[in-house]
């Protein structure tokens, strides 16, 4: 009913899209078939109204052995130099194939017309030897880099529109936080702006 009531607000007053983001209760990573139509509906609703929708989902990020964003199975899990389990997932394990096909089944199923993705990979090295798509250390940052590059490209392939919270747009991303930064973000709101504002236009703030 929330949902219905916020669509109708904004066709009111001419907003385009609403996203369940991040602590709505959203999942994207499910094939149960109930909520499927649920959301289904939900977004039939809101396309009714001249209003797209979008979901959130966290992907790589804190999804590894202790991670606060949900634990994917620690054969998936980013292996550091010492051989201990990351908090994060390996983008180029079993987990971008199974994210890939939960995600591309979900668009399918609701009709969803964005994709928020949260904690893309983030740039760190995996030392398994056993994971699908990388052969140890030396190959895994460059092969998580295009896996995730591909997930991205496959979304802009179906007119998914892409926001993510940092610079893949040459991967698809259509979308980012002003200034996106960890650090940063964290700051008071005012100074989050202000740091934010000059950044827009000279990325070299934050080199």
């Known amino acids: 009913a929330g949902f219905l009531r916020a669509v ?108 928020e993705t949260d904690g893309p990979y983030g740039g760190t090295e995996c030392a398994a030897t056993n994971h699908s798509h990388h052969r140890g250390r030396e190959d895994s940052v460059y092969m998580q880099t295009k896996i995730q590059a591909e997930f991205y490209t496959e979304l802009r392939r179906r007119g998914v529109f892409v926001n993510q919270p940092d610079d893949f747009f040459y991967q698809g991303g259509q979308k980012t936080g002003m200034g996106y930064d960890e650090n940063q973000y964290s700051l008071p709101r005012w100074e989050d702006l202000s740091v934010s504002r000059p950044a827009s236009s000279d990325r070299s703030v934050f080199s």
């Open 8 to 115: 109708d607000q904004m066709a009111d007053v001419g907003f385009e899209m609403v996203i369940y983001s991040f602590g709505s209760g959203f999942r994207l990573e499910t094939r149960n078939e109930t909520y499927l139509a649920s959301v289904a509906a939900d977004v039939a609703y809101a396309a009714a109204k001249g209003v797209e929708v979008g979901g959130y989902d966290l992907i790589c990020l804190d999804r590894g052995h202790g991670g606060y964003g949900g634990d994917v199975g620690d054969e998936w899990a980013r292996v550091n130099d010492d051989g201990s389990l990351s908090v994060d997932a390996c983008f180029a394990s079993g987990w971008a194939d199974e994210l890939r096909s939960l995600a591309l089944d979900f668009l399918d199923a609701t009709g969803l017309a964005m994709l």
